[in-house]
């Protein structure tokens, strides 16, 4: 008798024990779970996951900002952003930052799940694509961590910018998939990973977007040892970018040491980009672009050191300065150039709906172009040094053979391997 009290009362106590259990986020039906994972980072022991439980929707309505070191969470749910527009741009006006999830502290893991139905973020980009609405949009997730782990997060219709890493040092990412893929309007700025940070390696991801999947940009410290690798990128996606850099002439810019290897692209704009301001400071050095495979890509290989943007050009640069670009290596890339359909995606009709309207949406406007180019290098007079550029094997679609523009070669380059001409591209190396 007394035995089998004990043994209730023991299963009621595990009962308790698991339906409040600290380090599992309680979801309630139709109302913002954002302040139950603030008491439940309190409330679990530090060290252990906080899990956001699978099969279970949280509404995620109010922007989350968790500056916590030694924090793990676990993300076997899926997290739902709000689907009114008027309330996430309200919570976007009344944030700090303009993010929907954003960390700081040390030492953050967050791990999604492997189940494809579950570990989804959505954002529900698709009504606001459609709509064209462009307004206080959210910054879906900043991860300003010094010590971090992202790994298996599946991100949904992100309205407009995915990840950033901008200020991030000592950052694993893999394995993580960003689908912005739209079946109506275009999906503008859904840039896949912001990666201004240090000491970032970023691998294994899946991304279809309307902008740069991978961009190294500027701030203040500057932005070294980031390797991006492993990646299938595809959609209208703007593809591997560094820049824009030295918008700011007295802010030089400083990059180094960045590795973007094993990428394959599909239907982008571009595949390797270097973007700098006209009247740009700083340097950029020890840059590796390597086994990248194309299919019908407009620019596979492109950079300008005089980027002014058309609609905005702001004030007058102040002199002819650029942003140096020092040791590129742009080797082993095979595939074919979009000749047909060359240009960005947003343009569904033809002739293209904005080339009268909207001059900014133009990104593909280049003088000279033609949908041959296996390269565009526009360098500045000795502003580029130290480049090598080999084995390519990149075809038109049209057959004719592959050309190139080039305004100033490299200089001090032992092996550039290629010829500096507007005409044919003709390999010179080994
Ligand atoms: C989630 O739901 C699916 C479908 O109902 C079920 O097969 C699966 O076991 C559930 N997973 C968990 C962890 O409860
Ligand atoms: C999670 O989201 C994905 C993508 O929208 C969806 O396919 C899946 O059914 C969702 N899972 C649950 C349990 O609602
Ligand atoms: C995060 O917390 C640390 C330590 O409490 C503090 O120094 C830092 O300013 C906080 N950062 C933000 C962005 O709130
Ligand atoms: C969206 O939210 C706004 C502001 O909270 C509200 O006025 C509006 O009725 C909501 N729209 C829908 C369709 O629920
Ligand atoms: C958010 O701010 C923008 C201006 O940036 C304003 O146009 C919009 O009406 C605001 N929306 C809400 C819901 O507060
Ligand atoms: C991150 O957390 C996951 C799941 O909790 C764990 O498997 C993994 O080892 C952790 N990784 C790091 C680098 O702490
Ligand atoms: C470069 O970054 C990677 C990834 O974070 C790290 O493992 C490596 O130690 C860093 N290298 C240096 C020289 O700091
Ligand atoms: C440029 O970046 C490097 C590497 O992160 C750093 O050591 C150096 O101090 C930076 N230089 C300037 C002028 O900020
Ligand atoms: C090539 O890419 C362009 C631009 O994304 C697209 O319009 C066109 O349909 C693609 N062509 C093929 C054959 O997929
Ligand atoms: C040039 O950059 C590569 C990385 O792409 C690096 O291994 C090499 O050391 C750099 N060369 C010099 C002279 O710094
Ligand atoms: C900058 O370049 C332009 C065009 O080549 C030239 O007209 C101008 O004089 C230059 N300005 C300076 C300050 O060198
Ligand atoms: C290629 O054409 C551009 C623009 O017309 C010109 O500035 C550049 O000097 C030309 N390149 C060569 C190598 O002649």
Request: contains cysteine; hydrophobic residues 40%; proline residues 6%.
């Amino acid at each position: 008798m007394a035995l089998s009290l004990l043994a209730v009362l023991a299963a009621a106590a595990l009962v308790v024990a698991q339906t409040s259990d600290p380090c599992t986020v309680i979801h309630s039906a139709d109302s913002d779970d954002s302040q139950a994972v603030y008491t439940t980072i309190s409330s679990c022991p530090a060290g252990q996951p906080i899990v956001f439980a699978p099969n279970t929707t949280y509404n995620i309505f109010t922007p989350l900002v968790l500056n916590s070191s030694d924090l793990t969470l676990s993300i076997q749910g899926n997290l739902s952003l709000p689907t009114n527009i008027t309330q996430v741009q309200a919570a976007v006006n009344a944030s700090s930052n303009g993010f929907w999830f954003y960390f700081t502290g040390s030492r953050v893991n967050v791990t999604g799940s492997p189940d494809p139905y579950n570990g989804w973020i959505e954002s529900h980009g698709q009504q606001w694509w459609d709509a064209s609405n462009q307004v206080a949009r959210p910054h879906l997730w900043g991860f300003a961590v010094d010590g971090g782990y992202m790994y298996s997060l599946k991100f949904l219709q992100p309205v407009a910018w995915t990840v950033s890493l901008s200020g991030a040092n000592n950052v694993y990412v893999g394995n993580i998939l960003i689908d912005a893929r739209s079946t109506g309007g275009f999906p503008f700025n859904t840039d896949g990973f912001d990666a201004t940070g240090s000491n970032l390696l970023i691998e294994d991801s899946v991304i279809w977007n309307g902008d740069d999947a991978f961009a190294v940009g500027q701030n203040s410290i500057g932005s070294t040892n980031i390797t991006f690798r492993r990646a299938f990128v595809g959609f209208q996606s703007h593809g591997l970018s560094i820049g824009s850099l030295g918008k700011d002439p007295a802010e030089p810019a400083n990059v180094s040491d960045i590795l973007v290897e094993d990428v394959f692209l599909e239907n982008t704009l571009y595949a390797a980009r270097f973007k700098s301001w006209a009247g740009g400071t700083g340097l950029a050095k020890n840059v590796m672009y390597r086994n990248i495979g194309v299919k019908n890509v407009t620019f596979p290989l492109y950079l300008t050191q005089s980027y002014v943007d058309q609609n905005s050009p702001g004030a007058l640069r102040v002199n002819n300065a650029s942003v140096l670009m020092q040791n590129f290596t742009y080797e082993n890339f095979f595939g074919d150039i979009n000749t047909f359909h060359p240009g960005d995606g947003s343009c569904v009709t033809d002739p293209c709906w904005y080339r009268f309207l909207l001059p900014v949406f133009r990104p593909y406007y280049e003088p000279g172009a033609d949908g041959t180019q296996a390269a565009i290098l526009r360098c500045n007079a000795n502003a580029c040094s130290d480049f090598t550029i080999r084995n390519v094997h990149l075809r038109p679609q049209s057959g004719v053979p592959a050309t190139i523009l080039c305004n100033n070669p490299p200089v001090d380059s032992r092996d550039l391997g290629i010829v500096c001409q507007n005409g044919t591209f003709v390999e010179t190396g080994q």
